[in-house]
């Protein structure tokens, strides 16, 4: 029998011991990238997919039944695959803004910081209000702002700072192509046709 396992944001783990929980998915030049952080610590660590897989030293925690086509929110790879590339480079920026904030570095852990970092203002012994207050005047927002960017990051990782776009049809995201099929089976039962439609 296979059985299927999901990974994904929110998916808890457990790695060397101790409890995991998926922030992110990476992309790579050696494959995906999942980073995880600790439940005790905090403290973030990046594994190899194969690692997750095919390793050891990790174990995958029932109780995440991964992505359901009725689950309130897109799935977060859908939502960042339907970015241009401006909008995905507005998206990874104001990620390692956060990462910045919230760790004091923008790829979110020291191992993979750059040289100037941690910048004094966000040294992880800075109080953290302290940081969103240094991060807000930086970028230009409110503090509430923060917050919130925060909150949905901290949900659904980068997917959670995609600005919402407001419909470009009158039916919003629904394929044309069901639309045109309605009106043509609308028009079959004798609806009128309205609005230009048919």
Do not use: C
Request: hydrophobic content about 35%.
């Amino acid at each position: 029998m296979t059985m299927h396992v999901s990974v994904g944001v929110g998916t808890r783990l457990v790695y060397d011991g101790e409890i995991v929980e998926v922030t992110e998915l990476l992309p790579s030049a050696s494959g995906t990238v999942v980073v995880v952080r600790y439940r005790r610590t905090q403290r973030v660590a990046q594994l190899a997919v194969k690692e997750i897989f095919g390793g050891e030293r990790v174990r995958i925690l029932s109780g995440n039944p991964g992505p359901s086509a009725d689950d309130p929110i897109e799935l977060p790879a859908v939502v960042l695959s339907n970015l241009t590339a401006p909008e995905r480079e507005t998206v990874l920026e104001r990620a390692a803004h956060l990462r910045e904030m919230l760790t004091g570095y923008r790829s979110g852990h020291p191992e993979t910081a750059n040289a100037d970092e941690p910048r004094p203002e966000y040294r992880p012994d800075v109080p953290l209000m302290k940081r969103y207050q240094s991060k807000a005047a930086e970028l230009g927002v409110g503090v509430r702002t923060l917050r919130r960017w925060t909150s949905e990051f901290r949900q659904t990782g980068e997917a959670g700072l995609v600005e919402a776009k407001p419909p470009t049809s009158p039916t919003g995201n629904v394929d044309d192509r069901w639309v045109q099929t309605a009106i043509e089976v609308m028009v079959e039962l004798g609806f009128p046709r309205k609005n230009g439609h048919g």
